[in-house]
């Protein structure tokens, strides 16, 4: 039904249901196709793998820092700690890896006919915020109800879900770029998950950034990473430093790169159509 007002339609509500039910189908057998390619089971497995992986992260150095007797850099929970730094690293490590794989050329020859790259980035952006939040919210929730960790239940939920979608939007674009790239050098594939996986030292997750020297806060300033995961961190600690958190530049460069990353698949993509 088409509402009329005097200066014309506003909105058909048919064509938003048609519309929005089209997006549904779409979304949901990309879901069918890509668990049937990755045999099913095997393809949720890999999504909890994904996010059981950084309780493993927080458990080892949590292990390690207690045997060399190390106390928390803030704050009383050594475990708390590591975790508002590894969670908000790790879900822009997997975003960016997942997402270079849906984009790449071989991906693009499988498509649907209704189907657009953006479809991709969505279904996999949705299972990422599924997994992810079921993740944390056992391990928080065990800080809090098995560790008497009451810090554990963030005073500001808002803030730590913002900080959260803004990382992930950073993984999401990351990963386009690195679709973009491995079509041009394929061997990007094999050297983007070690850079990422080496970011983790870069950004945070067992120190306090405001902490380092002058002359190097500076230079770690310049990954985004970093002020994500002080960003998350400021709903769990209200007095955390804030002196290397930028919201603006995390988010800058987000869009930046999502902006770049999405013009740049367009115009390769049509590329490897004509070749075809």
């Known amino acids: 039904m088409t509402q009329t007002y005097p200066n014309g339609p506003i ?3 048919g064509r938003l249901r048609l519309a929005l039910g089209n997006q549904f189908n779409v979304l949901s057998a990309l879901l069918a196709r890509e668990a049937r390619m990755r045999h099913g089971q095997n393809f949720a497995l890999g999504y909890l793998a994904s996010g059981i992986e950084p309780l493993i992260i ?10 060399l007797s190390r106390t928390p850099p803030y704050g009383s929970s050594l475990l708390l700690f590591i975790g508002t730094g590894v969670f908000p690293i790790y879900l822009f490590i997997h975003a960016s890896l997942r997402l270079r794989q849906p984009l790449n050329a071989v991906a693009q020859r499988q498509r649907f006919p209704i189907e657009r790259p953006f479809d991709h980035i969505l ?6 915020v599924l997994s992810g939040t079921l993740v944390a919210v056992l391990f928080f929730g065990s800080l809090y109800l098995f560790f008497g960790v009451n810090a554990a239940i963030p005073g ?16 999401i674009a990351t990963g386009i770029c ?7 050098l394929p061997a990007w594939d094999l050297i983007w998950p070690a850079i990422a996986r080496a970011s983790l030292h ?4 067992y120190f306090v950034a405001a902490y380092l020297p002058p002359g190097s806060r500076w230079y770690f300033a310049l990954n985004p990473v970093i002020h994500g995961v002080n960003w998350f961190r400021h709903a769990f600690y209200p007095f955390y430093p804030n002196q290397l958190t930028d919201h603006a530049y995390i988010l800058t460069v987000a869009v930046g790169l999502l902006f770049l990353g999405l013009l740049l698949e367009a115009g390769t993509r049509r590329h490897l159509e004509e070749k075809d």
């Open 58 to 67: 927080v458990g080892t150095i949590g292990l390690l820092f207690s045997a």
């Open 202 to 205: 870069f950004s945070g997750p």
């Open 156 to 171: 500001e939920p808002v803030t730590a879900i913002v900080a959260l979608l803004v990382v992930l939007l950073l993984g």
């Open 11 to 13: 909105y058909d509500a």
């Open 123 to 128: 279904v996999h952006a949705l299972l990422h």
């Open 178 to 184: 690195n679709s973009v790239i491995a079509r041009i």
